[in-house]
T-cell receptor, first 114, second 110 residues
Framework: DGGITQSPKYLFRKEGQNVTLSCEQN?????MYWYRQDPGQGLRLIYY???????QKGDIAEGYSVSREKKESFPLTVTSAQKNPTAFYLC?????????????FGDGTRLSIL | RKEVEQDPGPFNVPEGATVAFNCTYS??????FFWYRQDCRKEPKLLMS???SGNEDGRFTAQLNRASQYISLLIRDSKLSDSATYLC???????????FGGGTRLMVKP
């Protein structure tokens, strides 16, 4: 089945630690995105990538880093500089330059501070 | 002003009621529009696209008003299972960037 896989489902971070969230897609989509969602809030864009080896900051990129070495993979690292990392993190993908195509989401990673 | 705005609600309605949500957007050149549904602690899932002429899918009707820059979602004969947060999504005129509204929470009561 084609889709987006995020792992782990739950993640705990110790103070001062960097953690990496995985996102893999087999939909052959060019564009991938990372969002953060806080309780009762909408989605906020962290980073996005429209092509391999290229990515752009979203609205709340501080304290996060990404890489796009392969088309199917877009891992997100939550660094120790992100002081309030507890949130629901969603990865999405879409066909770039096809404006009538929606994004497809993974089922998310919940990150908490220990 | 936010690019895409929604009334956060919650909208509390009885089963069988008709309820409508609006979503306003600021970029008049926006190209494409969608409604997503998000259940508690789950990922958003596509509910329906919004076409210029309006479109219907069962009990759900989506409409676009370009002059006033808003989209709407109408739910008829509400079911308990319709309880969720409804997110509107706007794609920019370049066709390469999505913006989500903050979501409207709907609670359908027996």
């Amino acid at each position: 089945d084609g889709g987006i896989t995020q792992s782990p489902k739950y993640l705990f971070r110790k103070e001062g630690q960097n953690v990496t969230l995985s996102c893999e897609q087999n939909l052959n989509h060019d564009a991938m995105y990372w969002y953060r969602q806080d309780p009762g809030q909408g989605l906020r864009l962290i980073y996005y990538s429209q092509i391999v080896n290229d990515f752009q900051k979203g609205d709340i990129a501080e304290g996060y880093s990404v890489s796009r070495e392969k088309k199917e993979s877009f891992p997100l690292t939550v660094t120790s500089a992100q002081k309030n990392p507890t949130a629901f993190y969603l990865c999405a993908s879409s066909i770039v330059r096809a404006s009538n195509q929606p994004q497809h989401f993974g089922d998310g990673t919940r990150l908490s501070i220990l | 002003r936010k690019e895409v705005e929604q009334d956060p609600g919650p909208f509390n309605v009885p089963e069988g009621a008709t309820v409508a949500f609006n979503c306003t957007y600021s970029n008049s050149a926006s190209q494409s529009f969608f409604w997503y549904r998000q259940d508690c602690r789950k990922e958003p899932k596509l509910l329906m696209s919004v076409y210029s002429s309006g479109n219907e899918d069962g009990r759900f009707t989506a409409q676009l008003n370009r002059a006033s820059q808003y989209i709407s979602l109408l739910i008829r004969d509400s079911k308990l299972s319709d309880s969720a947060t409804y997110l509107c999504v706007v794609i920019n005129n370049a066709g390469n960037m999505l913006t989500f509204g903050g979501g409207t929470r709907l609670m359908v009561k027996p």
